[in-house]
T-cell receptor
């Protein structure tokens, strides 16, 4: 199956710093990428949908100025958590859909811990 | 109303039994339906996709879709302890611009 990678797989940072998470589709071109957040023992929550070359569409309640999403190419989307705080500590997962298929593949996730 | 609803469980079945997982969705514009399995601390992995009414079988797994009732289910035959995980139902809406998950059903398969 298609492969989606994320980097880093985990990150620990101090409160107030910004953290960038990369999501790459390795063997296909992803026209649409989705970003999710998952707190312990809770479901995946869709944060935003990004289409290559256009602005991301954010879900209600997600601050677009805090969670900056860039989808500059067909193989790369980035999520930047700006001025991170401890409550932003979570498991962030991206997923990607290719141009032809109707299946969405997930990256392995990035665990963010804000001290 | 949530876009996708699942019973959180846990659902406990003995090894070798059939596990039945259910999911309902609210938007009739939903186009594609998926079942993912997620182990604790890991990212979801795709089990099956289904797009049209009826049953779709893949090994021990059978997905069932009923668009009139807005209902999709997953049957796991000959359940194994390694099947113990959280099973997530997912739905794609409108030209793949929305991809929503249910809250997941935790399955425990007891040896």
């Amino acid at each position: 199956g298609a492969v989606v990678s994320q980097h880093p797989s985990w990150v620990i940072c101090k409160s107030g710093t910004s953290v960038k998470i990369e999501c790459r589709s390795l063997d296909f071109q992803a026209t649409t990428m989705f970003w999710y957040r998952q707190f312990p023992k809770q479901s995946l929550m869709l944060m935003a949908t990004s289409n290559e070359g256009s602005k991301a569409t954010y879900e209600q309640g997600v601050e677009k100025d805090k969670f900056l999403i860039n989808h500059a190419s067909l193989t790369l989307s980035t999520l930047t958590v700006t001025s991170a705080h401890p409550e932003d500590s979570s498991f962030y997962i991206c997923s990607a859909r290719d141009q032809v298929g109707t299946v969405v593949f997930f990256g392995p996730g990035t665990r963010l811990t804000v001290l | 109303q949530k876009e996708v609803e699942q019973n959180s469980g846990p659902l406990s079945v003995p090894e070798g039994a059939i596990a039945s997982l259910n999911c309902t969705y609210s938007d009739r514009g939903s186009q594609s339906f998926f079942w993912y399995r997620q182990y604790s601390g890991k990212s979801p992995e795709l089990i099956m996709s289904i797009y049209s009414n009826g049953d779709k079988e893949d090994g021990r797994f059978t997905a069932q879709l009923n668009k009139a009732s807005q209902y999709v289910s997953l049957l796991i035959r000959d359940s194994q302890p390694s099947d113990s995980a959280t099973y997530l139902c997912a739905v794609i809406l409108y030209n793949f611009n929305k991809f929503y998950f249910g809250s997941g059903t935790k399955l425990n398969v007891k040896p």
